[in-house]
């Protein structure tokens, strides 16, 4: 299936993929980080699967989400005129994870089919299954991890693979439960199916009724995107994922694939906006808070990203045994440009402080807000002249990156501005200084005469759409000249189809020391809207918005890269990158 072929449900600590065709093709368990136990996105059917769908020929499929919820419908329509219809969900979660389905009998009778293959460590380790002592009980035991099924019908063993066949009536309802447990304890009680879809559906509406986007032209796409990103929130720790994939291509059949299940500081402060422009303070809160533990310790030891509770050891390994989502390979868990040095994230972390004091949120007591972000300025006074890895995290020769200059700038100017504006202890005539010898070097060294724009890197002659960010954060006003003339720069030579690329590719990696090509990176598009929002080129602002709109699946998910060539999203999905672009445009454009 393409990737827009699927669906998310989450109970806000791991999330699964639900085909059009009813099968959950992607589950790990029990953290997003987690090995999987369905697999078969990555691979084939053997690697694990679960799905539950018609016997019989399938004349139609139509599918939604209960309204501004994570319960998600499936209507098949079956070539007999029959209907049924599949309901999905994972329960915000009491101690372990559970999946909910639920089939219902909408007209008719319809033969349904249920195919359930286990299969964990990512599609490597095949469980002992036996009869569980409650009727229609499974349980699926390897190592640490235990399942056990509970269902409404007698399941059986057919060449290792669980099935079971049964008719559906309308107004009749067949229950199907999966829960996780440690394998040395003991399975859970069972729980009433109909009554958790039913908590899932008030719990999310719940949580969503505090948004104070409640009208507007694209309210209904900023409250899914709201949805999104909150079921890619890690609960016990307030972190937000990237995504809950590893290795869905940038490239079909490419291997520029990577594994998104971990929180970046790069989407520290986007992330922070789309939540305080919504009226989510207490999540706002929460991510703050994860990133103040998160980056505890050494300024030097910063890293780019971290574990959903803030774990550094995330270490970068290939998965053989699995072939990749259309033959992309290698499959990677684990994300090695942990270990990058980028010296954007210092910029990124810092002006997230300063958007959290500034929106109100309250300061620690010890203000360990001001003492992380003074700490972080003192590693940088000494280290932003140095070469980086990029806001990309290229995998080739450090650079003077233009963009990450730029946010050792907004480090700077954001120190000062929380200490004039909030009476905190510092030198601000020396850090004046430093923002001013940061500023003149980015507009002596970053901006290229010959091409009339803020390149990739000092010297360089490529074009990078990171350079849109330079008015967003403040760097140059954006009738500044030299940001017009960026901006034309950028429509002639990153813009493809409507879609801006990150950078231009090449085939023998000299710009980012990988092989193979990407699709159009959609934030970066937003990042455009954003631009011409900004100069008053208001209706090529909507009709971009509204291009990225259109790209979006039936149900309302973004991935990280649309493939304007082939007319598909590409990379790990849904991003949460992506929707925070989405909610912050149309606020602003709102605006």
């Known amino acids: 299936m393409k990737i827009e072929d699927y669906g998310l449900i989450g109970d806000t600590q791991t999330a699964a993929l639900v085909g059009r065709n009813g099968s959950i093709d992607w589950l790990c368990l029990p953290r997003f980080d987690s090995g999987a136990c369905f697999a078969a996105l990555l691979g084939e059917e053997k690697h694990g699967f679960w799905q539950i769908t018609p016997a019989g020929e399938i004349r139609s499929t139509r599918r939604r989400y209960r309204q501004d919820t994570l319960v998600l419908e499936t209507e098949f329509e079956t070539a007999d005129g029959g209907c049924a ?25 319809v ?5 359930l293959v286990v299969r964990f460590d990512y599609g490597h380790i095949v469980p002992w299954v036996k009869e569980d002592k409650e009727p229609n009980g499974l349980s699926l035991v390897a190592g640490p991890d235990a ?13 290792l693979t669980s099935v079971a066949e049964f008719e559906v009536n309308a107004g009749e309802t067949v229950p199907f439960m999966l829960s996780w447990y440690p394998s040395h304890e003991p399975p859970p009680a069972p729980l009433d199916a109909g009554h958790e879809v039913a908590a899932t559906e008030s719990w999310w509406r719940g949580w969503i009724g505090r948004a104070t986007c409640r009208t507007g032209e694209w309210n209904d796409a900023i409250r899914r995107s709201l949805v999104t990103l909150k079921a890619l929130t890690y609960g016990p720790s307030g972190g937000i994922v990237a995504a809950p994939t590893t290795s869905l291509p940038e490239q079909l059949g490419g291997g520029r694939n990577w594994d998104y299940r971990f929180c970046w500081l790069r989407d520290a402060a986007f992330t922070l906006d789309a939540l305080l422009g ?15 533990r998160a980056v505890g310790g050494d300024p030097a030891d910063l890293q780019i990203l971290y574990g959903p509770l803030g774990e550094r050891r995330l270490p970068e390994f290939e998965l053989a045994h699995l072939p990749g989502y259309e033959g992309s390979r290698p499959v990677r868990v684990g994300n090695a440009a942990g270990g990058q040095f980028q010296l954007d994230v210092y910029g990124e972390a810092i002006d997230t402080l300063f958007r959290a004091r500034e ?3 309250v300061a620690t007591p010890d203000r360990t807000d001001w003492r992380v972000a003074a700490k972080l300025l003192e590693f940088l006074e000494s280290h932003w002249q140095q070469p980086d ?15 990450s200059k730029v946010m050792a700038w907004v480090a700077v100017d954001r120190l000062i501005r929380l200490a004039e504006r909030f009476h905190l202890p510092t030198d601000l005539g020396r850090w004046k200084t430093i923002r001013q010898t940061i500023h003149r070097e980015v ?14 890197s000092y010297g360089s002659e490529a074009l990078d759409a990171s350079i849109l960010r330079l008015p967003l954060v403040g760097f140059l006003p954006p009738d500044d000249p030299r940001v017009v003339s960026t901006l034309a720069a950028v429509e002639r030579k990153l813009l493809r189809d409507g879609f801006v690329l990150r950078y231009v590719t090449d085939k023998a990696g000299a710009v980012d020391g990988l092989s193979g090509s990407e699709g159009a990176f ?14 008053g080129r208001h209706d090529e602002a909507r009709a971009v918005f509204e291009r990225l709109l259109d790209l979006r699946n039936d149900l309302g998910l973004l991935s990280e890269e649309y493939d304007p060539q082939s007319r598909r999203l590409v990379g790990n999905f849904p991003q949460a990158f992506s929707h925070v672009a989405l909610v912050n445009t149309a606020l602003r454009l709102q605006r």
């Open 389 to 403: 890895d990029g806001v990309w995290e290229v995998r080739g020769e450090k650079r003077h990156f233009t963009y």
């Open 359 to 361: 929106a109100g949120l």
């Open 443 to 456: 507009c002596e060294k970053g901006y290229h005469p010959g091409i009339g724009a803020f390149t990739q």
């Open 278 to 292: 919504a009226g989510f303070l207490d999540e706002a809160g929460a991510w703050r808070d994860w990133l103040l």
């Open 147 to 159: 399942l056990i099924l509970r269902s409404g019908i007698r399941v059986q063993g057919e060449e």
């Open 522 to 535: 959609l934030p970066c598009t937003f990042w455009l809207a954003d631009n011409y929002g900004l100069v």
């Open 111 to 115: 033969k349904m089919r249920m195919r």
């Open 85 to 109: 219809r599949l309901v999905d969900c994972m329960p915000p979660r009491k101690t372990y994870p559970n999946v909910v389905r639920l089939v219902e009998g909408v007209r008719g009778r």
